[in-house]
């Protein structure tokens, strides 16, 4: 049977990398029946936002969704369309694979890593207070009163916020996703040492998860230690869980460990369903022009498939993309040692090179 999957092009180079990826899932013999959906500057067009009701209803029905890199509108009022999504659907996981592949310009050639970061709590959950303001005032006197250190009056306030359940929900995850995906290790990430209550509470909560999985070793790190293990020792880690600041640090510390935009793929995951996208921007300047690498979103419809339990044809999609791009024959021009090598090919050829690759 098909599945069902709300496709949403989005922006730029959004509709061209989305095909590329689609031909490729679809070349895999999975079937799909694709639910066409428009998202930001194309929606904001066509429907008069740049997150419409009926995209958002799409992605509730079918439970799952992939899209394109959308553009932010200049200027004020605009609903996020990334937050928008996440909190629509109470997408609570961000999930960030960062491989390094040869062939990819990195740094780092030993890096294999899947950051989980916490995606709706911690001090990204929206609670602030500004300076000088009669609500900053109310909650400084508020803790003031109960709180042996004291706040200055003048303080700008942002809360950080952590629940048992937000901890147990994203830390459950990063050992679900562990077992299903042959993992080895879990590593939780943290400030426990510091924030004891908050971060505390965090780590506590890990390490019970932890035992409901024996077979998955767990450790935990301080986040500024695991920063700096990072650029040591990729190769001794393997699954990483945090918060959702260290998340949002980290994530993009590892995708630039594995040479930048043009091959992270990245998903956010929720009870009620997920929507796959990869980390880089609409790139305007390439719209159009049959250039941009589709590395990144052909990726993400792999992690796509795993996440539909399609765990061979995922794997398919890794390996053929990684030997296009070890090849590095019909690759696009930023995978050219040169980038004006004009054996360069397009989006679409280098579709074709990895479809013929599976
Ligand atoms: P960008 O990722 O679009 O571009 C950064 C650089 O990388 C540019 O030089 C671009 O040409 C290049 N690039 C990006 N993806 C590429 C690809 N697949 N192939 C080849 N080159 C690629 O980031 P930006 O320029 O900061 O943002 C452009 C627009 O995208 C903005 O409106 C921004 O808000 C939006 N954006 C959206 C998302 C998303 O939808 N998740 C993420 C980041 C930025």
Redesign the pocket.
Known sequence: MAYNVTLMP????GPE?VEAMRRVLEATGIEFAWDYQDL?MVAQEKQGSTLPDATIASVRRNKVGI??????PVGTGFRS??VGLRQALNLYANLRPAKTYKGVRANFDNVDLIVVRENLEDTYAGVEFDTGTPEAGRVIKAINADSAKQIADDAAITIKMITPEGCRRIVKFAFEYARQNKRKLVTAVHKANIMKYTDGLFLHVAQEVAQEYPEIEFNDRIVDNMCMQLVQKPDLYDVLVMPNLYGDILSDLCSGMIG???VAPGANIGADGAVF??????????AGQN???????ILTGALMLRHLGEIDAAERVEAATAAVIAEGKDV???LKPNRDDPTAVGTDKMADAIIKAL
């Open positions: 989005g922006d730029g180079i990398v930001g899209k394109g890199p959308t553009t932010t369309v990334n930048g935009l043009g996208e990869p980390i880089h921007g609409s790139a305007p300047k390439y250039v941009a690498n589709p590395t990144a979103e696009t021009y930023d």
